[in-house]
């Protein structure tokens, strides 16, 4: 949580870590970071925190204020700029916050920086500060959103637009508040926004894509063509078909598929992490006919295998979207305007454009675990090398700590469903 551990202490020591590092690998020259954040109130401690690091090590610091991630991401690399930094807790609660680093390149950090710069947090970054007449200048720079919202348009053909398409986006109270109802506004789209009233502590409070349902009960109140619920930094989407159906990372994903590989755009084949659905495995292989990939969870991963394989396409059944053609990182706003394209060339009811394939039965479950210890215990792996014995090749079993919160996440599918829920249960009855 921000202020317990995520201090300004340890804000500033990260800075002058990540600075140091990224200074000493990248020449001698005037050496840039840009620094954004969402619309968490823990978001103005943290940033003042981390100028004073980058600042005492001899960066310039440009900040933007609040906006999405894959914004951050874009601009480290359009501006030039040796790092870049978005202070975000994505879709947690308002009450946490996290740090996530960008290399000149607009990618995550690979694992290897990362672990330098946290053994540098633990030697104590402070002895690399600069010299009084060497350091860093920090400011805020105007500009920026429009700047990625003229990106983000670019990602469609010439002459396309959504005029006609009656769109509720919801926005989470989060960092793209302003850019997504202004860019769908400005391809003509009537617009019905939600969720564009940060106070610094309502952010994914009762909305965007944690809680979809309120995306979708304005879908049916306002006859909307589709619904789109963004998380906090926007890197990730729900859409909500005309219906009031939630249509989740696994469905987007199938249709951007099918219509890149319709206009020839499909580089390769699909990256998707083990939480996809069998159903959508089987589409890409079966359908489309292309090679699908899986990773761990986490976008990153997902990102780091397009990347080795060259494709251009993936993401999570959570709604993260990787359109590597447009983006070094997932982005919601970029990935929803994928699908309005199609829904308006399709015309056709988002209901039918958005469900490619049936997806098979899945049951997700999550058990307390704050010790992370459950799947140490020989009762826990017992019983689920006996789940797995039980699915066989029809069905699949996952169970993993989670990152980011204090439980063990389990996933059981299968084409039986009645197995799938009395595998489900007896996992439950032993880690409960």
């Given at each position: 949580?921000?202020?317990?551990?995520?201090?300004?202490?340890?804000?500033?020591?990260?800075?002058?870590?990540?600075?140091?590092?990224?200074?000493?690998?990248?020449?001698?020259?005037?050496?840039?970071?840009?620094?954004?954040?969402?619309?968490?109130?823990?978001?103005?401690?943290?940033?003042?925190?981390?100028?004073?690091?980058?600042?005492?090590?001899?960066?310039?610091?440009?900040?933007?204020?609040?906006?999405?991630?894959?914004?951050?991401?874009?601009?480290?690399?359009?501006?030039?700029?040796?790092?870049?930094?978005?202070?975000?807790?994505?879709?947690?609660?308002?009450?946490?916050?996290?740090?996530?680093?960008f290399g000149a390149d607009g990618y995550k950090l690979p694992d290897e920086i990362e672990q330098e710069?946290?053994?540098?947090?633990?030697?104590?970054?402070?002895?690399?500060?600069?010299?009084?007449?060497?350091?860093?200048?920090?400011?805020?720079?105007?500009?920026?959103?429009e700047r990625y919202i003229e990106s983000v348009k670019g990602t469609l053909l010439q002459g396309d637009?959504?005029?006609?398409?009656?769109?509720?986006?919801?926005?989470?109270?989060?960092?793209?508040?302003?850019?997504?109802?202004?860019?769908?506004?400005?391809?003509?789209?009537?617009?019905?926004?939600?969720?564009?009233?940060?106070?610094?502590?309502?952010?994914?409070?009762?909305?965007?894509?944690?809680?979809?349902?309120?995306?979708?009960?304005?879908?049916?109140?306002?006859?909307?063509?589709?619904?789109?619920?963004?998380?906090?930094?926007?890197?990730?989407?729900?859409?909500?078909?005309?219906?009031?159906?939630?249509?989740?990372?696994?469905?987007?994903?199938?249709?951007?598929?099918?219509?890149?590989?319709?206009?020839?755009?499909?580089?390769?084949?699909?990256?998707?992490?083990?939480?996809?659905?069998?159903?959508?495995?089987?589409?890409?292989?079966?359908?489309?006919?292309?090679?699908?990939?899986?990773?761990?969870?986490?976008?990153?991963?997902?990102?780091?295998?397009?990347?080795?394989?060259?494709?251009?396409?993936?993401?999570?059944?959570?709604?993260?979207?990787?359109?590597?053609?447009?983006?070094?990182?997932?982005?919601?706003?970029?990935?929803?305007?994928?699908?309005?394209?199609?829904?308006?060339?399709?015309?056709?009811?988002?209901?039918?454009?958005?469900?490619?394939?049936?997806?098979?039965?899945?049951?997700?479950?999550?058990?307390?675990?704050?010790?992370?210890?459950?799947?140490?215990?020989?009762?826990?792996?017992?019983?689920?090398?006996?789940?797995?014995?039980?699915?066989?090749?029809?069905?699949?079993?996952?169970?993993?700590n989670s990152g980011t919160e204090p439980v063990l996440r389990l996933m059981v599918e299968g084409d039986?469903?009645?197995?799938?829920?009395?595998?489900?249960?007896?996992?439950?009855?032993?880690?409960?």
């Amino acid at each position: 949580m921000a202020n317990e551990f995520l201090t300004p202490e340890l804000a500033l020591k990260v800075a002058q870590a990540a600075g140091y590092v990224f200074m000493r690998n990248n020449g001698e020259h005037r050496h840039q970071v840009i620094i954004g954040k969402d619309t968490r109130e823990s978001g103005y401690m943290i940033e003042y925190a981390m100028v004073a690091g980058f600042t005492s090590v001899g960066m310039d610091v440009f900040l933007t204020g609040p906006l999405p991630t894959p914004a951050i991401a874009k601009l480290t690399r359009s501006m030039r700029c040796d790092m870049g930094v978005m202070i975000t807790a994505s879709h947690n609660p308002y009450e946490d916050n996290g740090i996530k680093l960008f290399g000149a390149d607009g990618y995550k950090l690979p694992d290897e920086i990362e672990q330098e710069i946290e053994k540098l947090i633990l030697a104590d970054p402070s002895q690399y500060k600069a010299k009084s007449g060497k350091l860093g200048h920090a400011k805020r720079i105007d500009g920026v959103e429009e700047r990625y919202i003229e990106s983000v348009k670019g990602t469609l053909l010439q002459g396309d637009n959504f005029e006609k398409i009656k769109i509720v986006i919801d926005c989470a109270n989060g960092a793209a508040h302003k850019v997504a109802p202004w860019t769908l506004r400005e391809l003509g789209a009537n617009v019905v926004a939600i969720g564009v009233e940060p106070n610094g502590t309502n952010i994914n409070d009762k909305c965007g894509s944690t809680h979809p349902r309120k995306t979708a009960a304005m879908v049916i109140d306002q006859e909307a063509d589709i619904g789109i619920a963004l998380d906090g930094d926007a890197d990730r989407l729900i859409i909500i078909d005309e219906k009031g159906q939630v249509v989740d990372g696994d469905q987007v994903l199938a249709l951007i598929a099918s219509s890149w590989q319709e206009t020839g755009l499909l580089k390769g084949g699909i990256v998707a992490t083990v939480m996809s659905n069998l159903g959508f495995e089987r589409f890409v292989r079966d359908t489309l006919k292309v090679p699908f990939e899986r990773t761990q969870v986490g976008d990153r991963y997902v990102n780091e295998k397009m990347r080795e394989l060259g494709y251009n396409l993936g993401g999570e059944q959570s709604g993260h979207v990787i359109c590597s053609d447009f983006s070094t990182t997932g982005d919601g706003l970029i990935a929803a305007l994928q699908v309005v394209s199609v829904l308006k060339k399709k015309k056709r009811p988002a209901s039918e454009v958005l469900h490619l394939f049936n997806p098979v039965p899945q049951i997700q479950r999550e058990v307390p675990d704050p010790k992370k210890i459950l799947l140490k215990k020989p009762l826990v792996q017992a019983v689920i090398q006996q789940s797995i014995q039980k699915l066989g090749q029809s069905g699949r079993l996952l169970v993993r700590n989670s990152g980011t919160e204090p439980v063990l996440r389990l996933m059981v599918e299968g084409d039986n469903h009645l197995l799938i829920e009395q595998v489900m249960d007896d996992l439950l009855a032993v880690m409960q």
